[in-house]
């Protein structure tokens, strides 16, 4: 296992992060999702640990709760050898207040979080999505607490567009608040929308990029064809991330390629591609089964070729949009001797 900083946190972190969200069973989708009991949990957590997996992550409302319980007790006695990272703002009660990123709902989610975990410290606690109800000063300013408090060691956010990171970002500069660190954001070769804003954010902000649904909720396991699927598989029943299928399919093609020429799995290629974008820090992996813990732990010892990562960035580039097809088209690169790329006549030869 190799391991990256987390951002500019000197915390360094394994390139695999393993995701909870299978954890539990309880409540509606949760029920599809997940699935795995305390001795599931178990296996897969400590097989992810001895494999070098140093970085946890989960969420207070993966299966209402319970993923944090199970999680907690599978830490048992080892709880100091992860970075520790969960989420805050989805709905965990009935009551008018049970949701969101108010300061009041943070103050009480992080400590019903504690308690779940059994810890008295989460390393990374991250606001699930953004709250429009929610003045971003106060859910900053909760969050600061927090780490003033020593109930949280670093924050960041999650799905957030560029502006509303640019925006937090802003906000906690200028009154002094603790600032997001990373974002987690869904890419995957079937979804690279973040190349568009976040990902030159990123760049400019030196944040961390931890990356959810790598395999586009299944998509791209090699286990969707054209013709067909494997019915057992989350995606047939549990459609998303949204792709466009088509384009997918001709990405899959590519994968399986490439796999069968280097004897690995369309899964490990797929996950070794992001670890090979530069903007990337840890890539969030789930199982409900050790096998497939151990196919995506392969994909660590998985190094393309510049002839493969062109192959497969030709077939998963997104059309340019606007503006960036503008500034692609301009004539008035300011780098010296850089020649006009959309000249329309040949420059005067010299006699």
Not at 42 to 51: K, T
Not at 99 to 120: C, E, F, K, N, P
Not at 222 to 246: H, L, S, Y
Not at 328 to 338: C, E, F, H, I, T
Request: net charge neutral; aromatic share 8%; hydrophobic share 45%.
């Amino acid at each position: 296992m190799k391991y990256r900083q987390l951002a500019d946190t000197g915390v360094f972190v394994s390139e695999l992060c393993l995701g909870a969200m299978t954890f539990g069973g309880r409540g509606g989708m949760w029920e599809v999702i997940a699935g795995l009991d305390q001795a599931g949990v178990d296996a897969i957590v400590h097989r992810s640990l001895d494999a070098g997996i140093n970085f946890i992550d989960t969420a207070n409302v993966y299966a209402a709760g319970e993923s944090e319980t199970l999680l907690g007790s599978s830490l048992a006695g080892r709880r100091q050898q992860v970075v520790l990272a969960t989420k805050v703002r989805g709905r965990m009660g009935s009551g008018a207040n049970d949701v969101g990123l108010s300061r009041l709902h943070i103050m009480q989610a992080v400590d019903a979080s504690l308690q779940r975990l059994g810890t008295d410290y989460i390393d990374l606690y991250q606001v699930h999505r953004f709250d429009a109800l929610t003045n971003l000063e106060d859910t900053l300013r909760a969050l600061d607490d927090l780490v003033r408090a020593g109930k949280v060691r670093y924050i960041g956010c999650s799905n957030y567009a560029a502006w509303q990171i640019m925006k937090a970002l802003a906000i906690s500069k200028e009154q002094h608040l603790e600032r997001f660190r990373c974002t987690q954001s869904y890419y995957s070769l079937a979804g690279r929308d973040l190349e568009r804003e976040i990902v030159p954010l990123i760049k400019d902000q030196n944040l961390g990029l931890l990356v959810w649904s790598p395999l586009a909720g299944g998509f791209l396991s090699g286990k969707f064809t054209r013709t067909g699927g494997d019915e057992a598989a989350r995606r047939a029943t549990f459609d998303f991330p949204p792709v466009n299928k088509e384009k997918a399919f001709d990405i899959i093609d590519v994968l399986k390629g490439i796999a069968e020429a280097r004897g690995a799995s369309a899964a490990q290629v797929a996950i070794a591609w992001l670890l090979a974008q530069p903007v990337t820090t840890s890539v969030i992996i789930g199982a409900r089964r050790l096998d497939q813990l151990e196919d995506n732990l392969k994909a660590v010892e998985l190094t393309l070729t510049a002839e493969e990562l062109k192959a497969l960035d030709e077939v998963s580039k997104m059309a340019p949009e606007y503006p960036a097809w503008m500034g692609a088209a301009a004539s008035d690169d300011r780098l010296p001797g850089q020649e006009r790329r959309f000249a329309t006549t040949k420059p005067a030869q010299g006699k």
